[in-house]
């Protein structure tokens, strides 16, 4: 008999979906709730007939519907989309964002017929294994604060008039000993982004210009301000207990008075 032959529908697509990493979105130096995540997508139609109405869904980030320009793809033809997320409290505490997105069409054979939908979980384009989450890490640091001032009373806070000390080293160290030092601004502040975790901050002392005394917080309780233990929590600015000293500012003032010329 005749040969029968048949084009054969094999709708298919393929997504892709590429994070580019965290933003500092509030450029304070970590990585904390509020920053982004930007994810690009791309869909390929690796069928033979035409689909229509593609979209993406990311459920994980609560992001549904996401457009794909074009949304009608020819067989071999790609639409591309971009999301940006923004990152949850949550999210830094987990220390990475893991999700997949799914792309869904509506096929249409050669006569104009839809065909069931079709779909396809992403795949992240970096990595070796198919169809696989895009883990985006997220940087486990947090800022601890300080300053280092003259306190003048000797209260231990820093009140109206007690400046802060510039060009102080602050030595900070973690657990494993190992030490960071940074230097006090013009106002006395300074500031470190260090891994979370515990860390030792010690004013050093011999970096005071005219040197100075720790003073004390109370009159029954030593100033544990230097040293002092601090926790970094990541996402998270922390301030340290200000660092007060009685500053040396030793000073003679002469004064010389002539008498006029006497007539010996």
Known sequence: TTDDGYFVNMPELTLEKLSNGVVDANNNGITDAGDTITYDFTVTN??????NGVSIDDTTISMTNIPVSPSTLNPGDVGTASVTYMLTEADITAGSVSNQAIATGTP??????????????????????????????????????????????????QN?????????????????????????????NWNATLPAGDFTVDVDETTLANGGVDTVLTTTTPDTSDPETVTVVAGMT?????????????????EKLSNGVVDA
């Open 46 to 51: 690796t069928g033979n007939v035409l689909i």
């Open 238 to 254: 922390t301030p340290t207990t200000d660092d007060g000293y009685f500053v040396n500012m030793p000073e003679l003032t002469l």
């Open 160 to 188: 109206n008039g007690e400046v802060g000390l510039a060009n102080v080293s602050v030595d900070i160290t973690d657990a494993g000993g190992m030490t960071t030092t940074v230097t006090t601004d013009a106002n006395g």
């Open 108 to 157: 249409q054979d050669p006569n104009g017929m839809d065909l069931p939908p079709v779909t396809d979980d992403s795949d992240d384009p970096t990595t070796v294994t198919p169809n696989d989450p895009t883990v985006t890490p997220i940087g486990q640091n947090g800022i601890i604060t300080g300053v280092v001032f003259a306190d003048t009373n000797g209260d231990g806070i």
